[in-house]
């Protein structure tokens, strides 16, 4: 499986971001997919995870309610909507797939590239 993340940039205090992660392959759908992200300094934290039934999901505790993480899995893609984003938000965000949501919220399988979010105050 390879992942392309995409949909970061520049956005102030308060604002939203929509990440998308799409993915090569016929069976993405039997994978789980995670969010994850490095902000600068820091190392690589978990933010949210979609199991291969879009039913089970987890959220950090420091974006539940602010974040949802979808999947469509006719486009092979899974999305990460990002609300109310503060400064503490700024980092590169990756995506991630195993074939279990389990798996993928502990040592991925698969990793794409990351994709810059900033948030300015």
């Known amino acids: 499986v390879q992942l392309q993340a995409s949909g970061g940039g520049l956005v102030q205090a308060g604002g939203s971001l929509r990440l998308s992660c799409a993915a090569s392959?016929?069976?993405?759908?039997?994978?789980?997919v995670g969010w994850f992200r490095q902000p600068p300094g820091k190392e690589r934290e978990l933010v949210a995870a979609?199991?291969?039934?879009?039913?089970?999901?987890y959220y950090a505790d420091f974006v539940k309610g602010r974040f949802t993480i979808t999947r469509d899995n006719a486009k092979n893609t899974v999305y990460l909507q990002m609300n109310i984003l503060t400064p503490e938000d700024t980092a590169t965000y990756y995506c991630a797939a195993s074939k279990r949501i389990v798996l993928v919220t502990t040592r991925p399988d698969y990793w794409g590239q990351g994709t810059q979010v900033t948030v300015s105050s």
């Open positions: 979609i199991g291969v039934s879009d039913r089970t999901t």
């Open positions: 392959g016929r069976t993405f759908s039997t994978y789980a």
